[in-house]
């Protein structure tokens, strides 16, 4: 079984005007959930995971985004990006993917009383590393994942601070709720820059700024975007996609391909 932790429990109470705030906007900040001891004990789980080249993990150079390096053979090919299965790879990770204390905040924004983790997305660990670190274009999570609805949830776990210099997450709030026609977007679905569609919707753009310890909780459908880190120190998240009952993953696609995690409100 896995141990249960306790975060900071009076800042995942989340009031009404913060879940309005969240269906209009498409996130909303949590601050200072995570305590500096358990900041640097995941750090360093992080770190060692990294260190041991712990399968399986994600390449810069496997995404191809703006920066990354452009094959495994290139300078800084082998710079991980993500480490993969989250949840599976570490019972330490897996106590914070089922925090009783997120897992609330989420049922009280989804209105219900089971949240499920789906293990296929996310479920990770993002890391910017420097010098070798991508910029993420404009994108919906969502954009190859296979749901009965939009309505998923994405938590991201702040284990340093996050800023414009080392790779913080832009959003486009409120995006959650448009319709984007096709032309829109590219092969990949990140927004045109070029399109006449998005010309009014780029400045809305906000910077998400986080400080250690700090969980975001943001609309997995919310257009959203990130800087390379241009820092001389690794920047470490952890992020878990979650849903209500009401949401079911379409059979016979990946969002399906292992079985979903059932948490119910402790």
Same mark, same amino acid.
């Given at each position: 079984?896995?141990?249960? *932790?306790?975060?900071?429990?009076?800042?995942?109470?989340?009031?009404?005007?913060?879940?309005?705030?969240?269906?209009?906007?498409?996130?909303?900040?949590?601050?200072?959930?995570?305590?500096?001891?358990?900041?640097?004990?995941?750090?360093?789980?992080?770190?060692?995971?990294?260190?041991?080249?712990?399968?399986?993990?994600?390449?810069?150079?496997?995404?191809?985004?703006?920066?990354?390096?452009?094959?495994?053979?290139?300078?800084?090919?082998?710079?991980?990006?993500?480490?993969?299965?989250?949840?599976?790879?570490?019972?330490?990770?897996?106590?914070?993917?089922?925090?009783?204390?997120?897992?609330?905040?989420?049922?009280?924004?989804?209105?219900?009383?089971?949240?499920?983790?789906?293990?296929?997305?996310?479920?990770? *660990?993002?890391?910017?590393?420097?010098?070798?670190?991508?910029?993420?274009?404009?994108?919906?999570?969502?954009?190859?994942?296979?749901?009965?609805?939009?309505?998923?949830?994405?938590?991201?776990?702040?284990?340093?601070?996050?800023?414009?210099?080392?790779?913080?997450?832009?959003?486009?709030?409120?995006?959650?709720?448009?319709?984007?026609?096709?032309?829109?977007?590219?092969?990949?679905?990140?927004?045109?820059?070029?399109?006449?569609?998005?010309?009014?919707?780029?400045?809305?753009?906000?910077? *998400?700024?986080?400080?250690?310890?700090?969980?975001?909780?943001?609309?997995?459908?919310?257009?959203?975007?990130?800087?390379?880190?241009?820092?001389?120190?690794?920047?470490?998240?952890?992020?878990?996609?979650?849903?209500?009952?009401?949401?079911?993953?379409?059979?016979?696609?990946?969002?399906?391909?292992?079985?979903?995690?059932?948490?119910?409100?402790?």
């Amino acid at each position: 079984m896995t141990e249960i *932790v306790r975060l900071q429990p009076a800042n995942t109470m989340l009031t009404h005007a913060q879940i309005q705030q969240f269906k209009i906007d498409g996130y909303l900040v949590l601050p200072q959930i995570l305590n500096e001891r358990q900041r640097f004990e995941l750090r360093a789980l992080c770190q060692a995971h990294l260190d041991k080249r712990i399968e399986p993990f994600e390449l810069e150079a496997d995404v191809q985004y703006p920066g990354s390096p452009t094959s495994k053979d290139a300078s800084g090919g082998n710079t991980i990006r993500r480490l993969l299965l989250a949840y599976q790879r570490d019972a330490l990770f897996r106590s914070y993917a089922e925090a009783p204390e997120i897992i609330a905040a989420i049922s009280k924004i989804l209105d219900c009383d089971t949240v499920l983790l789906n293990p296929n997305h996310h479920n990770c *660990v993002m890391t910017k590393q420097p010098q070798y670190s991508s910029e993420t274009m404009w994108h919906r999570d969502t954009r190859y994942w296979n749901f009965s609805d939009k309505y998923l949830i994405n938590a991201w776990f702040a284990l340093g601070d996050e800023q414009l210099e080392n790779g913080a997450m832009k959003i486009l709030p409120g995006s959650h709720r448009w319709d984007v026609r096709e032309s829109a977007l590219d092969e990949a679905q990140f927004l045109r820059i070029d399109h006449p569609d998005n010309r009014d919707r780029l400045p809305t753009q906000r910077l *998400v700024p986080l400080n250690a310890g700090d969980v975001l909780l943001f609309s997995a459908h919310c257009f959203h975007a990130a800087g390379k880190n241009t820092t001389t120190k690794p920047k470490f998240s952890m992020v878990y996609t979650y849903h209500a009952e009401s949401t079911q993953p379409i059979a016979g696609t990946h969002s399906a391909s292992r079985p979903e995690i059932p948490l119910a409100l402790k």
